[in-house]
């Protein structure tokens, strides 16, 4: 039995799937943020309760946001502000007695959304997380790359084109990462409504903006073909680098149905001529996939 996690800032779901991967159990709690002890115990206490439900010792793979520091193994982590600055994973394997596997949310996505039948065919799959913010994970051979630095993946820090800024007249963005210009400041959610106000139209939300785009405001109509068009330049990127078989979009601003038909269309501008760009999917397990692809993480490590 293989044990995921999908760990945030307001809640934690732990799910238990068999060999096959169907989903058997499934248990959701509130996220102890201010105590790490806490925090432990919160964790020991589902996989006790998963362990009596299921007579098993389940394998433990878990999916949060942040970073580990490839040296040190301890956790930097926004969401979660107890974890931080400890080796988490080292003290769940004490504490439950049991390896555990961490990895960040967006490559749990990635290795979940890899790993269906949409995508069985596709030897290189970009997982692609368009939501708060924007990042992702490269899957290969239906393995997570993860890379010297654990950076594999993180695309929303590539910074956009002098082509992009010129074409459109955008302002320069600073990012919390400490660059400026990067993609994720863009086309996450975040960015495509600092690119509104920045060009003053009245939405507050994503979903207001593509109300008003589907209702032929001229405004809103511009906005959203620059957005796509930024988005294809930065995927069209990782296609370059690449040669992707497939993206499988994620996040909020991926429900948003226009993407798949126009995207593919955007790309053929950034791509060379006569190149095909990779298939633009929608996720099959959603906001599931996370903590799937945190239980696939043991597996992943073999």
């Not at 945030?8 to 102890?32: H, W």
């Not at 992009?164 to 960015?191: A, H, I, K, M």
């Not at 511009?222 to 990782?238: C, F, H, T, W």
């Not at 994620?250 to 095909?276: D, H, I, K, Q, T």
Request: glycine share 10%.
């Amino acid at each position: 039995m293989r044990y995921g996690f999908d760990i945030g800032g307001t809640k934690i779901e732990m799910a238990a799937y068999d060999d096959r991967l169907n989903q058997v159990f499934c248990q959701r709690v509130s996220t102890p943020t201010g105590d790490y002890q806490q925090f432990l115990s919160c964790v020991k206490t589902l996989v006790a309760q998963a362990d009596l439900t299921l007579h098993t010792r389940g394998s433990i793979g878990i999916g949060l946001p942040g970073v580990t520091d490839p040296v040190s193994r301890k956790q930097l982590s926004v969401n979660v502000p107890c974890i931080t600055g400890h080796c988490l994973a080292e003290d769940l394997a004490n504490t439950l007695d049991r390896p555990v596997a961490i990895e960040n949310d967006c490559r749990c996505f990635a290795l979940s959304e890899a790993s269906t039948e949409q995508t069985q065919r596709h030897d290189i799959v970009f997982g692609v997380i368009l939501g708060t913010g924007a990042g992702g994970g490269l899957v290969l051979h239906k393995h997570l790359h993860k890379g010297k630095n654990g950076l594999a993946g993180e695309w929303g820090h590539i910074p956009i084109s002098a082509q992009l800024v010129q074409r459109y007249d955008l302002p320069l963005f600073t990012c919390s990462c400490g660059l400026t210009g990067c993609f994720e400041r863009y086309v996450s959610g975040r960015g495509f409504m600092a690119l509104a106000q920045h060009f003053r139209h009245p939405a507050t939300s994503v979903p207001e903006l593509l109300t008003c785009y589907r209702q032929g405001d001229p405004l809103a109509r511009r906005l959203v073909g620059m957005y796509i068009d930024i988005l294809a330049s930065a995927l069209s990127s990782l296609q370059l680098m690449l040669d992707v078989d497939a993206f499988v979009l994620g996040g909020g601003v991926s429900n948003m149905p226009e993407l798949y038909r126009l995207l593919p269309l955007a790309m053929r501008a950034w791509l060379f001529p006569g190149s095909e760009p990779a298939a633009i999917l929608s996720p099959v397990f959603g906001d599931s996939s996370g903590v799937r692809g945190a239980a696939l993480l043991e597996q992943n490590a073999h």
